[in-house]
């Protein structure tokens, strides 16, 4: 900074939360964020109507104000996946007993004023406090007043309040105002992706990949795909049709997926489908229309994999049985 030509170093112990008082955060979600879960959308760092994470890139929707911890479709919160205090504190407030349903326009009202739906406030000091939104309905296992240790058991992963998928919200907020623990010091530009951060141990930002793929025999709505209802497990010599499926986040244009069926007498069908546009959360399937007398018996084998300029950014592979 400079004043009547001469200059000054600013040498105040200014805004560094994470270097000023140690508050370090760890996972909210008991699961592999590299396989069996995966964030899909983070801080929205942009102030304009346009929402970008904190890479510059497009996981994250205007005004979003935590990170959301996903499960890869809905029949995964049948089981049960923990969600954890990202540090120590004490519980400031808890709600339950909210369904847990796909948010629309239709059932907005419905949660209007507890958009968090079955969530869990702690305070940990020092004006941080985080809050998990989305809890399974009656999954809440702490209560307010009550101290938890970093890593404690809250409740299980669900879809309550405003959630279109199923997954844990993370807020974190620094006397009242949302920290990107991504991102604590608000220092990071496009430029300069920096690695500041909140996290002991940091998640791998993934900008962008497979959620799931399957096997069916037609095209399957999204809404089955989102369900986990998609995926046929066998299908017989008869099936109209046998199509591969993939479940992609994060995708952007030119992204290209690849879908390929391999069978017992060898290659079914493979393409490469070029994506047009960034979408949160898309599908896409190819598929061979039944012919003759059926297909063979016996092990197909399909692969989906998202390839974005040069880079593999996500693979699949899946097995079905035809007999
Ligand atoms: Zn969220």
Redesign the pocket.
Known sequence: MKLNGAVFILALPFASPALAEGFLLSSPIDCDLTSDCYIQ?YVDSNPSPAASDFTCSTLSYDG?K?T?FALPNRSEIARNVRVLASAAGRVKGVRDGMADVSYSDETADKVAGRECGNGVIIDHGDGWETQYCHLKNGSVVVKPGQDVWQGQELGFVGQSGKAAFPHV?LSVRKDGKTVDPFDPDGTTTCATPGDSSLWQTRPAYRAGGLIGAGFSQGVPDFDAIKAGTADAKTLSPDAPALVIWGYLFGSQPDDVVNLSITGPDGMVIADDVTLTKAQAQSFRAIGKKRRGKGWATGTYTGTVTLIRGPQILSQKTVEIDIR
């Open positions: 959308q979003h935590g959301d919200h």
